[in-house]
């Protein structure tokens, strides 16, 4: 069965200082990978995913995430963060096509620092 | 920008009682799907919906389980005989196909006493 671990419970960052936020799958296959991100209350909106091609795919409010087979991790990442950025990100993963559902980890809290 | 819409946003109900959490698809998509994240807990799977059957379901996705897309625009989870631990975010979520991202709702948050 497909996992993914997000290692890091919460993340403690300045505002304007750089991020990256790891994420590891198992799938023996290449998944499709999926970062989400949920704010107190909300749904799950999505930043980016990735299916094949370019490994390293952009997003919206400028984040990015590279995919490396070798490791199997989906890292996402962000040059400056600012303060509204401040939130639990979900990443997923799918496998492949298909009607299969979504196998998220367990989410990291992301705290800005003024 | 097209949105998946949840009613209701929460729902109190009393362990034994059947609730119906409701969810309008964004129009053109195929694929639906439920999902519910217990407090505290990850995401998870429940079910998945497409071409008017089940494609795929959970182990969480018991008897007690049901779905419906009862005309052609709302999907319905059905919970027959709620108990304690049903209390969670129900997310509805839809996709124009397999290979395209998934749109989530805001969630229905359901509590059972």
């Known amino acids: 069965a497909q996992s993914v671990t997000q290692p890091d419970i919460h993340i403690t960052v300045s505002e304007g200082a750089s991020l990256e936020l790891r994420c590891n799958y198992s799938?023996?296959?290449?998944?499709?990978l999926f970062w989400y991100v949920q704010s107190p209350g909300q749904g799950l909106q999505l930043l980016l995913k990735y299916f094949s091609g370019d490994t390293l795919v952009q997003g919206i409010k400028g984040f990015e995430a590279e995919f490396k087979r070798s490791q199997s991790s989906f890292n996402l990442r962000k040059p400056s963060v600012h303060w509204s950025d401040a939130a639990e990100y979900c990443c997923?993963?799918?496998?492949?096509?298909?009607?299969?559902?979504?196998?998220f980890g367990k989410g990291t809290h992301l705290i800005i620092q003024p | 920008e097209p949105e998946v819409t949840q009613t209701p946003s929460h729902q109190v109900t009393q362990m034994g009682q059947e609730v119906i959490l409701r969810c309008v698809p964004i129009?053109?998509?195929?694929?639906f799907y439920w999902y519910r994240q217990i407090l505290g807990q990850k995401v998870e799977f429940l079910v998945s919906?497409?071409?008017?059957?089940?494609?795929?379901k959970s182990e969480i996705f018991d008897d007690q389980f049901s779905v419906e897309r009862p005309d052609g625009s709302n999907f319905t989870l059905k919970i027959r005989s709620t108990k304690l631990e049903d209390s969670a975010m129900y997310f509805c979520?839809?996709?124009?196909?397999?290979?395209?991202?998934?749109?989530f709702g805001s969630g229905t948050r359901l509590t059972v006493v």
């Open positions: 129009s053109n998509h195929l694929y």
């Open positions: 919906f497409y071409n008017n059957e089940i494609s795929e």
């Open positions: 799938y023996g296959a290449t998944p499709y």
């Open positions: 979520a839809s996709s124009s196909g397999a290979s395209y991202g998934y749109t």
């Open positions: 997923a993963v799918k496998e492949g096509g298909g009607a299969d559902g979504l196998t």
